[in-house]
């Protein structure tokens, strides 16, 4: 019995050293708690070799903390907790392909957008009677079914629509000459295009006005400034242009 | 550990010890073999992606046991105290006792998971706001201790229920003998009850012990990078969904495969020193 008491008075003590290790040190470059969902390549990841994050997004974020001047802290957790945390204030700020939507506002602040992630029209390669939207009048439109890109692509007159489970199918179906066009949203376009870089080309421009932006905790606003000059500069000085080419392809 | 000294057994006891061994091959050990051998061939002769898979989701592993044995330990603690408070004859601790074990057995560990990560935190911070305490409006959660927390205090209650079935199992003469002898209730309890109790509890808390090492996947849901984490992870960038879950399939089967050997071999040991 005696081992067995001096086994609890370590397991109490134990229990007093978790307990009192809570963190929040102040070092000389603030650091900011950036919450991210790593199961969502190519925007967010984790790489197979190294284990650190890696991925579009990762990388823009690591840009914006060195010209805003802080230290980023990432963790690592799902997509639903992860907007959770943001509402809480658990984290500072969260990037993981985060649509800007007005019910989301509510529990969060946004900053400006850094990618637009709209609606495109994608063809085959030798397609050159299709140059953006204005031309899918009457031609066969494949779409994930439930989307923005379906809801679009109802929208044009005479065109006939096919849904699909999900964008790959449509896009086989497009490489496969099913059908004339897909639309969905630019950075999935953009990421399928890197893998599949043989057959098919966007075309036109973004057409919808859907954003990803940068969610911060309502209590961490004054971070907003300084993100969003951040992303100004790195939109100007084609930082983002290149992180686009690098893990989203170019068109 | 069932008597304070080896001299105060009865030497004229028939005694087994040295008889037989501790460790006996059975099918127990021979499936943790078979597991093993499976989990070896998978990597080093099938190789890829398995031997990818392996590496990738190692250091997971670590925290699964990790979490796991820190919680286990924790859970010991709570649950002879929750035990005690369920016995005990003054009626306030025995009601919170029981308030303990009722509540927190009737809610899913994820949700308690959840609570622990982010709702507490966030009722923290409301204090501090209202007390004006500056480290209490600051407060953040570290993942990996509110996920032991929150294993803990669940596991406590089940425990509480395991230690006070095995102490209620040891007759009442027992204690009153002991009491009568002049012994406080805390030595009786120490002496005589709980090496008594700890025989019949063994094989539930073996039990505890490898649905805790299950269960502790659920902390993934509050970024802690645990071997599920870490299989989710390797799955966002080579969707393989049949390898993936059979690797970490079969590395929690090995654990748990083991944990109730080891656990057989105690209760082997224990009962030859009756």
């Known amino acids: 019995m005696k081992r067995f008491s001096v086994i609890l008075w370590a397991m109490l003590i134990m229990a007093l050293v978790f307990s009192a290790c809570t963190p929040a040190q102040p070092s000389e470059k603030t650091k900011v708690r950036v919450a991210t969902d790593a199961t969502f390549p190519p925007f967010e990841m984790v790489d197979e070799n190294t284990k650190q994050l890696t991925g579009f997004d990762v990388e823009l974020m690591n840009a914006i903390a060195q010209k805003a001047g802080f230290e980023v802290e990432w963790i690592n957790v799902g997509f639903d907790p992860m907007l959770a945390g943001i509402a809480e ?102 990421a399928f295009l890197a893998t599949n870089p043989d057959k098919l080309k966007t075309v036109g421009e973004v057409f919808t006005d859907e954003n990803y932006g940068v969610a911060f905790c309502k209590k961490k606003a004054d971070l907003i400034p300084q993100v969003n000059a951040a992303i100004k500069a790195l939109k100007e000085d084609g930082t983002i242009k290149k992180l686009e080419e690098k893990w989203l392809a170019g068109k | 550990m069932s008597t304070s000294t080896p001299a105060e057994v009865d030497p004229h006891l028939p005694t087994i010890r040295g008889n037989e061994n501790v460790f006996r091959w059975d099918a127990g050990w021979l499936l943790v073999l078979a597991a093993s051998a499976l989990l070896a061939i998978l990597v080093l002769v099938v190789g890829n992606p398995f031997d990818r898979i392996f590496r990738f989701v190692l ?52 949700v308690q998971l959840y609570f622990w990560y982010y709702a507490f935190p966030s009722i923290v911070r409301d204090l501090g706001t209202q007390w004006n305490v500056e480290s209490m409006k600051n407060f953040v959660a570290n993942p990996y201790v509110m996920a032991i927390a929150g294993l803990t205090l669940c596991y406590g209650a089940y425990m509480t229920e395991v230690y006070r079935a095995g102490i209620q199992s040891i007759p009442k003469g027992q204690m009153e003998a002991a ?8 030595q009786a309890m120490r002496y005589i009850i709980l090496p008594q109790a700890i025989r019949v509890i063994l094989p539930p808390v073996g039990n505890e012990f490898i649905t805790l090492l299950k269960d502790s996947s659920l902390v ?30 079969l590395m929690y089967l090995i654990m748990t495969l083991l944990s109730a050997r080891v656990v057989a071999m105690i209760e082997a040991r224990m009962s030859k020193e009756r």
């Open chain 1, 89 to 190: 204030c658990q984290y500072d700020m969260a990037i993981a392909a985060i649509t800007i939507t007005e019910e989301r506002k509510a529990s969060m602040d946004f900053s400006d957008p850094y990618i637009n992630a709209g609606q495109i029209v994608t063809v085959r390669k030798e397609t050159t009677d299709i140059s953006g939207k204005n031309d899918l009048k009457g031609k066969k439109i494949g779409a994930q079914l439930g989307t923005t890109g379906a809801i679009e692509a109802e929208k044009i007159e005479g065109a006939e629509v096919k849904t699909y489970d999900s964008y790959d199918q449509a896009f086989l179906d497009l490489a496969n000459g099913q059908i004339d066009a897909v639309i969905a949203d630019y950075p999935t376009t953009l």
């Open chain 2, 59 to 110: 250091d997971g592993l670590r925290v699964t046991v990790m979490v796991t044995l820190v919680t286990f330990g924790l859970v010991l603690v709570v649950g002879i105290i929750g035990a005690l408070g369920r016995l005990t004859h003054i009626a306030p601790l025995r009601g919170l006792a029981t308030l303990y074990v009722e509540v927190v057995r009737g809610i899913p560990l994820l």
């Open chain 2, 179 to 186: 009491r009568s002898l002049g012994m406080t209730y805390f």
């Open chain 2, 220 to 249: 993934s849901a509050v970024a802690v990078a645990d071997l599920t984490r870490r299989g989710r992870e390797f799955q966002a960038i080579t969707p393989l969904p049949l390898h993936i879950y059979l690797m970490i399939g």
